[in-house]
């Protein structure tokens, strides 16, 4: 690929070179084709119309040796006409046969032609009709006296004008040659410089392919290759990140199956181990047997349980449908406290709730009650005899939020960040016990999320934590 394009380019260069070069000549040539023949023209024309010359030669043809003055005359006008003896000369021909009398003298075995112009003057006319394409130039004026008829003809070979083409020639040529190296020479420094950042994505692209998005193709310009390289790299961090989250994802599903696996194998092996002692030992005391047999109830509840929260999160994570209605959320909080208030009593602990006139908001209403009382049975476990309970909500602008505040054990400040992971506990023996599955909080925040809300948690480890649940009062997409 790298040939090819500066193949291409050198190519392009040499065409083009020669292209402008070929127009070049093609004007330069004609030009100076066309600067003689003016000047050929005009100053023969010019010369003719000289009444002194024309007037001499007149009389001269009246005289007996008329050619022979003739030529004197002309030879005197010589500077005037550009006669150089060379490729310009004169002759005086006999004016009825169009023969040489006098000028210039013939090479041996050379005769005149019979131009068109010395034809015309035959005729008796001046003709100075030029011919742009042949190999000379002439003019002819007749020329009458007493003594005879002649013809005053000049003649141009032509030589100047092709000399002058050739050596222009020559020098285009030699220019055309410093043209190709110098084409040559520059195609490949730009091909150099067009490829480097070319070459610097395909290895990158090499890398990409080989699974290593890390490296970065270095922008050197503004032009169209470095918003190439810059898409490039935007591109390559994009997949990193992708990938990054694919793998976080990964993981993150192998840690869910993990914990689902241990959350269901430990009440399923205390069920297995009380039952084969039950099965195997008849000789047990009946209140023995009775306490194993409540063993097995409460770990298959906390099985159901567990299983219950899976199903729940299962059906939030694929999106299924919340039915949104429009619902006093005042009165959900009423109903919900009036549901827990006994058991903060018999628990020791004083709980109160501070109503404010909240606005009917849009939301799922069974789902938004299960956030509240999660955690406000999380407050009520996790908050020792003789702690306090507080409850107050209020409107902020769009949205409403309720806060549940307590007195109890608080969290220690590295669980905050995991607090609504799946399964993740503080003090899982502590949770057992009091039948939590780890699930509640993270079903929480995604039923809040999945209304455009959030839960906002400060706490402070030993002395309590508070819980702020803000929706959205127009709810999901307001
Ligand atoms: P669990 O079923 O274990 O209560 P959650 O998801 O509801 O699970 O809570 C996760 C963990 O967060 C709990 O195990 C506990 O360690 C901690 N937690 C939740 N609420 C509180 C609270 N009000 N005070 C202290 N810790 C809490």
């Known amino acids: ?115 068109p112009n010395i034809l015309t003057a035959l005729t008796g006319e001046n003709a100075y009709t030029g011919n742009s394409g042949g190999d000379y130039m002439d003019a002819a004026a007749p020329i009458e006296g007493t003594n005879g008829r002649f013809i005053v003809y000049i003649r141009d070979n032509r030589a100047t004008s092709q000399n002058l083409s050739a050596s222009l020639f020559k020098m285009i040529l030699e220019a055309v040659a410093f043209g190709f190296a110098a084409s040559v020479a520059i195609s490949l420094l730009l091909a150099g410089t067009l490829l480097s950042p070319i070459r610097g994505m395909t290895r990158a692209a090499e890398a990409m392919a080989g699974g290593d998005f890390t490296r970065k193709i270095p922008v050197e310009s503004e032009d169209e290759i470095g918003t190439l390289s810059t898409t490039f790299n935007t591109m390559a961090s ?120 909240l606005p009917q908001i849009s939301g799922d209403r069974a789902r938004l009650e299960q956030v509240l009382m999660n955690i406000m049975t999380n407050a009520l476990k996790y908050t020792p005899e003789g702690g306090e309970i507080n409850i107050t909500c209020g409107v902020d602008r769009s949205r409403v939020w309720v806060k549940i505040s307590d007195t109890g054990v608080g969290i220690p400040e590295d669980d905050l960040p995991h607090i609504f992971d799946r399964f993740y506990r503080v003090d899982k023996a502590r949770s057992r016990e009091s039948g939590g599955t780890g699930l509640g909080l993270s079903i929480a925040g995604e039923i809040v999320a999945r209304h455009g809300g959030e839960i906002k948690l400060e706490s402070v480890y030993g002395s309590g934590s508070v819980f702020t649940v803000i929706l959205p009062i127009e709810g999901p997409g307001a």
């Open 1 to 115: 690929m790298t040939k090819s394009l500066r193949t291409k380019l050198v190519f392009v260069m040499l065409i083009l070179i020669v292209m402008l070069m070929t127009v070049v000549t093609v004007f330069l040539i004609r030009g100076v084709r066309d600067f003689y023949l003016d000047e050929f023209y005009n100053r023969i024309s010019a010369a003719f119309t000289d009444t002194d010359m024309v007037s001499a030669l007149r009389d001269a043809a009246n005289e007996p040796d008329a050619a022979e003055q003739m030529e004197d005359i002309l030879s005197a006008y010589a500077g005037q006409l550009g006669i150089d003896s060379g490729t310009r000369n004169f002759y005086i021909l006999d004016g009825v046969t169009g023969e040489r009398v006098a000028g210039a003298e013939l090479q041996r075995g050379e005769t005149l032609a019979m131009t």
């Open 238 to 357: 994009q997949l990193q990140t992708t990938l990054d989250e694919l793998k976080n994802a990964e993981q993150l599903r192998r840690d869910f199956v993990a914990n689902v696996s241990h959350e269901l194998r430990t009440p399923l092996t205390s069920i297995r181990t009380y039952a084969e002692t039950l099965s195997d030992s008849p000789e047990l005391p009946e209140d023995t047997r009775e306490e194993f047999l409540r063993v097995i109830l409460n770990e298959s509840d906390r099985m159901t349980k567990i299983v219950s929260d899976l199903l729940d999160l299962s059906r939030l994570d694929s999106g299924s449908g919340l039915k949104i209605e429009k619902f006093s959320l005042e009165k959900s909080l009423r109903d919900v406290y009036a549901a827990i208030a006994l058991s903060a009593e018999r628990r020791g602990l004083r709980m109160t709730l501070g109503l404010d006139t």
